[in-house]
């Protein structure tokens, strides 16, 4: 008897720690799983803001262009070219 006993104490110990390290593994892959969904959130931010940037890199690249600066200086300082004629369209 006293050796079935200490075969069941041994078995329900074994059982709690095996209960034990389980849960443990899954908590930690509950924290894996939340820094994962993290770092794929920063990453797809990453990729905006770069795409951003590239975007603001063009507009920059164009607004520095003689023909984006000439297209402002008619459009809104309403300065001709030496000898060129502006007609202006009365029935607007």
């Known amino acids: 008897m006293n050796k079935r006993k200490g ?3 041994r078995v329900l110990i074994l059982i709690v720690f095996i209960l034990y390290f389980c849960h443990v593994i899954i908590e930690q892959q509950k ?3 939340n820094k994962l969904r993290a770092l794929k959130e920063i990453e797809d ?3 905006e803001e ?3 940037r ?4 063009k507009e920059k690249e164009m607004l520095s262009s003689e023909e984006y600066i000439e297209k402002i ?3 809104k300082l ?3 070219k030496p000898g060129e004629k ?3 369209d009365v029935n607007k």
């Open 54 to 57: 590239e975007e603001l890199q």
């Open 73 to 75: 200086a008619r459009k």
């Open 86 to 88: 502006i007609f202006i």
């Open 50 to 52: 770069e795409l951003l």
């Open 78 to 80: 309403g300065l001709v």
């Open 45 to 47: 931010k990453i990729r």
């Open 31 to 33: 924290i894996i799983n």
């Open 7 to 9: 075969s069941i104490i």
